[in-house]
């Protein structure tokens, strides 16, 4: 069965400081795979996702990450945080036939040292 | 492009009432919709798949009966909470495949539900 993994529950980052929440895979075929960011009582907002391809996976507000399949993993990195970067980060994967049922993690809180 | 209305945002019901919440793909045609519940700091959890025209299709352990989805429309999506109590206070959320598979899965801005 696939399933996500985020093992870190909260991480603390200096402002300016890079970012990197970990996120390992169970699935398989080639994963789709998603980073979602959510800020307190919001929706969620897609930050990247990967398909095929390049493994390295530009997405919006200047996150990346990158697929490694022999670690099942698909990392989250940012070189510079932003106190707005403040929020709760969900790595999840893609189920299903059309692989569009979403399967999230547990989630990681991220929280901003001025 | 590409936006899901989820309404109403947050409602507050007496135990016992049904509750209805909706869900709508604002500029695009979606076949499949999901529904999700997060309890509060805990991640989200599929309730289940909503399939126009027909019958919705539930995750494990979620009541058919409790949460009623009805998919009438390519473009809407509800789900009825019945005969609410409190334990089914929680963030409920959609979704909307926009591509069929292709990634464009987009989500509701949520509803949180009170339930008094």
């Known amino acids: 069965a696939q399933s996500v993994t985020q093992p870190d529950i909260h991480i603390t980052v200096s402002e300016g400081a890079s970012l990197e929440l970990r996120c390992n895979y169970s699935?398989?075929?080639?994963?789709?795979l998603f980073w979602y960011v959510q800020s307190p009582g919001q929706g969620l907002q897609l930050l990247l996702k990967?398909?095929?391809?390049?493994?390295l996976v530009q997405g919006i507000k200047g996150f990346e990450a990158e697929f490694k399949r022999s670690q099942s993993s698909f990392n989250l990195r940012k070189p510079s945080v932003h106190w707005s970067d403040a929020a709760e980060y969900f790595c999840?994967?893609?189920?299903?036939?059309?692989?569009?049922?979403?399967?999230f993690g547990s989630g990681t809180r991220l929280s901003i040292r001025p | 492009g590409a936006v899901v209305s989820q309404h109403p945002s947050w409602v507050i019901c007496k135990s016992g009432t049904s509750v209805k919440i909706e869900c709508r793909s604002l500029?695009?045609?979606?076949?499949?919709m999901f529904w999700y519940r997060q309890f509060p700091k805990q991640s989200l959890m599929l309730m289940a798949t909503s399939n126009e025209g027909s019958k919705a299709t539930y995750e494990q352990g979620v009541e058919k009966d409790k949460f009623l989805i009805n998919h009438a429309s390519l473009t809407l999506s509800t789900l009825t909470v019945t005969s609410a109590h409190p334990e089914d206070s929680s963030f409920y959320i959609c979704?909307?495949?926009?591509?069929?598979?292709?990634?464009?899965?987009?989500f509701g801005s949520g509803t949180r539900l009170t339930v008094v």
């Open positions: 999840a994967v893609g189920a299903g036939s059309s692989a569009s049922k979403i399967i």
């Open positions: 699935y398989g075929a080639t994963p789709y």
């Open positions: 990967y398909f095929s391809g390049d493994t």
């Open positions: 500029d695009f045609q979606a076949t499949t």
């Open positions: 979704s909307a495949d926009r591509d069929r598979g292709g990634g464009g899965y987009t």
